[in-house]
Nanobody
Framework: QVQLVESGGGLVQAGGSLRLSCAAS????????VSWFRQAPGKGRDFVAG????????LYGDSVKGRFTMSRDNAKNMIYLQMASLKPEDTAVYYC?????????????????????WGQGTQVTVSS
């Protein structure tokens, strides 16, 4: 397993941008596919974006497609989520998660059970 720590959350106005980071520990980070999830108050946790172990494949939830961009830097053990054109409905706690894909080079997707490492989350609040 890897340990994950998110940062970069905060308060931003609608239409603004924010970049979240997730620092991973462990020497085998590049063996893991990674994703971002979010959980709004009173709601379940939703898939936001995912990326394969070397970054060659990515997947985005419909609500963020075209506005969010996920990337990773395996040399630095870092994962990023660049968020633009933020909306009040993007307000949530954002989590990064990592897991081993059965098929190398694929994105793990929306099933939370496929992930074995989770960060503690970082709060993003978008004001209208």
């Amino acid at each position: 397993q890897v340990q994950l720590v998110e940062s970069g959350g905060g308060l931003v106005q609608a239409g603004g941008s924010l970049r979240l980071s997730c620092a991973a520990s462990g020497r085998t980070f590049d063996r893991y596919a990674v994703s971002w999830f979010r959980q709004a108050p009173g709601k379940g946790r939703d898939f936001v974006a995912g990326i394969s172990r070397y970054g060659g494949s990515s997947l985005y939830g419909d609500s963020v497609k075209g506005r969010f961009t996920m990337s990773r830097d395996n040399a630095k053990n870092m994962i990023y989520l660049q968020m633009a054109s933020l909306k009040p409905e993007d307000t949530a706690v954002y989590y990064c998660a990592a897991g081993r894909a059965a098929v190398p080079g694929t994105v793990l997707g929306i099933e939370e059970g496929r992930y074995d490492s989770w960060g503690q989350g970082t709060q993003v609040t978008v004001s209208s």
